[in-house]
C-alpha cells in the first residue's frame, strides 16, 4: 500500500525567507512523486514531479523539492516566499510502472505573513 | 488551451437524491479520473477512465459511478445521497493512462457538492 505524510498542518513563514513543506511517503517499489497547491475555491494546481534522475527537481512559480530515498521524503522547497504562495499544498505518491492512482497526504498550509 | 472544466461549479441536493457531474479533459487528454475532497483532507481516488474503459476504482460504495464518452469526456454519477457525500469532487486528466511514465494528472476546479 501507499501512503503519504505531511507532518505539519500549518507552516508559518515571513515574506522574504525561505520555506520548506515536509513530506515523507511509503511504496513498494520505486516511487513516483508529486507536489500540488490548491487556492482556496480552486483545484489543484501541478508544481513538480519526481519520476527518476537527479535528485532535486525544480518546478513552477520558483519551487524545487529534493527527493532523499534513504529518508523517503520528498521536502517541497523555495528560496524566498512571497505572500502569494499562501495556499494548500498537497505532497502525492504513486508506484513506478503500475497502473495506480495518486495517493495525497492531507496538506499542508503554507501561510506567508509580510 | 483550455484545461479541464468541470460543471457544475457548486451544487445542492437532499439526502436520496442522485447526482451527476461532468468533466472535460484537456484536448488530446484521454484518461480521465474522480477524486473526493473532504474538508481538511487530500484528494482520495473514486475511478480512473481510460479510453473509454474502466481502469481503476477506490474505496468507494456502488453508489458511486462514471462513465468516459467518445470524446473522452465524463461524468460521475452518485446515488442515493448520504450527508458525508457532501465534499468537493475533482476531475484529473492526463494524456494516457496511469501505466504510463510518470504520467501527470492536471485537476479542474472542481464541483462543490452540499447534501442536506
Known amino acids: 500500500a501507499q501512503s503519504v505524510a505531511q507532518p505539519e498542518d500549518q507552516v508559518n513563514v515571513a515574506e522574504g525567507n525561505p520555506l520548506t513543506v515536509k513530506c515523507t511517503y511509503s511504496v513498494s517499489g520505486n516511487p513516483y512523486l508529486f507536489w500540488y497547491v490548491q487556492y482556496p475555491n480552486r483545484g489543484l494546481q501541478f508544481l513538480l514531479k519526481?519520476?527518476?534522475?537527479?535528485?532535486l527537481v525544480k518546478g513552477s512559480y520558483g519551487f524545487e523539492a529534493e527527493f532523499n530515498k534513504s529518508q523517503t521524503s520528498f521536502h517541497l522547497k523555495k528560496p524566498s516566499a512571497l505572500v502569494s504562495d499562501s495556499a494548500l499544498y498537497f505532497c502525492?505518491?504513486?508506484?513506478?510502472?503500475?497502473?495506480?492512482?495518486?495517493?495525497f497526504g492531507k496538506g499542508t498550509r503554507l501561510s506567508v505573513i509580510a | 488551451d483550455a484545461g479541464v472544466t468541470q460543471s457544475p461549479t457548486h451544487l445542492i441536493k437532499t439526502r436520496g437524491q442522485q447526482v451527476t457531474l461532468r468533466c472535460s479533459p484537456i484536448?488530446?487528454?484521454?484518461?480521465v479520473s474522480w477524486y473526493q475532497q473532504v474538508l481538511g483532507q487530500g484528494p482520495q481516488f473514486i475511478f480512473q477512465?481510460?479510453?473509454?474503459?474502466?481502469?481503476g476504482r477506490g474505496n468507494f460504495p456502488d453508489r458511486f459511478s462514471a462513465r468516459q464518452f467518445p470524446n473522452y469526456s465524463s461524468e460521475l454519477n452518485v446515488n442515493a445521497l448520504l450527508l458525508g457525500d457532501s465534499a468537493l469532487y475533482l476531475c484529473?486528466?492526463?494524456?494516457?493512462?496511469?501505466?504510463?511514465?510518470?504520467?501527470?494528472?492536471?485537476f479542474g476546479p472542481g464541483t462543490r457538492l452540499l447534501v442536506l
Open positions: 484529473a486528466s492526463s494524456l494516457r493512462g496511469l501505466s504510463g511514465r510518470g504520467e501527470t494528472q492536471y
Open positions: 484536448s488530446g487528454h484521454k484518461s
Open positions: 477512465y481510460y479510453e473509454k474503459e474502466e481502469r
Open positions: 502525492a505518491v504513486r508506484r513506478s510502472g503500475s497502473n495506480t492512482p495518486l495517493v
Open positions: 519526481y519520476i527518476t534522475g537527479d535528485n
